[in-house]
């Protein structure tokens, strides 16, 4: 996965293009590390960066084109596969509203160690904007996924997390009371 991420990085970077990881690497960062088979990138793009991003990658990545900029017009996630080692990373067009501006600039370079395959400096989500996303991502999946719930916890049960501002966000996202009941699983309440 190091290899991949850091090919992908390099062409981001090179476009000067603004991300930060999500998902279960951020959760594996603030809360339970675990094994993760894909990389979740949100990334400040438009339609005119899928082509640049194409052309930089496809020596190293499979993209489909066309599916990444349907994808971005209708602000969905697409992916690409690192051609050598089939490691997945999904990138997540940035939304243009009040939470994601906040997401991306609370988002804070830490180290993602990856079992095996040594450490990676990159912009993560913060633990708080983790906790939502996720909250976000369960309700939306039914509110029935293990793992999804066993990395809210992880993250939720660390030390020095700002409660007011996920109980700020947290009725505007629509997951005030998924919110409440992690706290409350948490010992947090």
């Given at each position: ?12 970077n090179?476009?000067?293009l603004?991300?930060?990881?999500v ?13 993760t ?7 400040q ?5 899928v ?22 017009r ?9 051609l ?12 243009q509203?009040?939470?994601h ?11 993602w160690?990856?079992?095996?395959e ?22 939306q999946?039914?509110?029935?996924s293990?793992?999804?719930w ?14 007011e ?25």
């Amino acid at each position: 996965m190091n290899e991949a991420l850091m090919a992908l990085l390099h062409v981001l970077n090179s476009l000067g293009l603004r991300y930060f990881a999500v998902g279960s690497v951020a959760s594996s960062i603030h809360g339970l590390p675990r094994f993760t088979q894909d990389v979740d990138l949100v990334v400040q793009l438009d339609q005119t960066h899928v082509e640049p991003i194409a052309s930089l990658t496809e020596r190293e990545f499979y993209m489909d084109r066309d599916e990444a900029n349907r994808a971005v017009r209708s602000g969905r996630p697409f992916n690409l596969i690192h051609l050598a080692t089939a490691s997945k990373i999904d990138i997540f067009p940035m939304q243009q509203n009040e939470f994601h501006r906040s997401e991306m600039s609370r988002s804070s370079g830490e180290a993602w160690v990856n079992p095996g395959e040594g450490t990676i400096q990159l912009p993560v989500a913060s633990a708080e904007d983790t906790i939502l996303s996720k909250l976000i991502w369960y309700k939306q999946g039914g509110e029935v996924s293990d793992r999804q719930w066993s990395d809210l916890l992880g993250v939720a049960t660390g030390t020095g997390r700002d409660w007011e501002y996920m109980r700020a966000w947290a009725p505007r996202l629509g997951v005030a009371e998924l919110l409440e009941r992690l706290f409350h699983e948490a010992g947090r309440i």
